[in-house]
């Protein structure tokens, strides 16, 4: 019987451990997210600390633009914020889901709306996170644009041609 009990306990502990590796993708995908944010964070930090110094020498028309940008920088910065807060939780969320896998394995108990629970807000924050991250996206494009606009008085389409 002994010989019969361990293929199974074997099979099961596999079982759990492919499982888990699920989850574990999905976390590296989060860790990815997290280093493109910090990246961008680390660009709008360097954007603010450039037009922050050219404020002090500005004349009042050049300093009301900067404020502008800075208003702008700040708005993004507070969508990384967000956006990384949200890839974190979901982080947490996977982890809290292997965890759980493990620890339903161990105690052979129904842990399966807790483990639903935490992979869908893995799966929710991760998602807002990326909504967040486009918006700051298509903020940035439209700082560009103005940014370009502004050093060209005529940005008329048809003189392109």
Do not use: K, W, Y
Request: hydrophobic share 55%; charged share 15%.
């Amino acid at each position: 019987m002994s010989g019969l009990a361990l293929p199974a306990s074997l099979e099961g502990t596999a079982h759990v451990v492919q499982l888990a590796l699920t989850p574990v993708f999905l976390l590296t995908g989060v860790a990815t997210l997290l280093n493109v944010f910090a990246t961008r964070l680390a660009r709008v930090a360097d954007q603010a600390d450039r037009v922050s110094g050219q404020v002090a020498g500005a004349s009042e028309a050049e300093r009301a633009a900067l404020v502008r940008r800075l208003t702008r920088l700040r708005r993004r910065s507070l969508s990384l914020d967000a956006a990384v807060i949200l890839a974190a939780t979901g982080g947490v969320a996977t982890c809290g889901a292997v965890l759980t896998l493990f620890v339903g394995a161990l105690r052979a108990a129904a842990v399966a709306g807790l483990l639903f629970g935490l992979f869908g807000a893995a799966i929710l924050c991760t998602l807002c996170a990326l909504v967040v991250f486009g918006v700051e996206m298509l903020m940035a494009s439209r700082a560009v644009r103005d940014r370009l606009a502004e050093q060209d008085p005529s940005p008329d389409p048809s003189a392109e041609t």
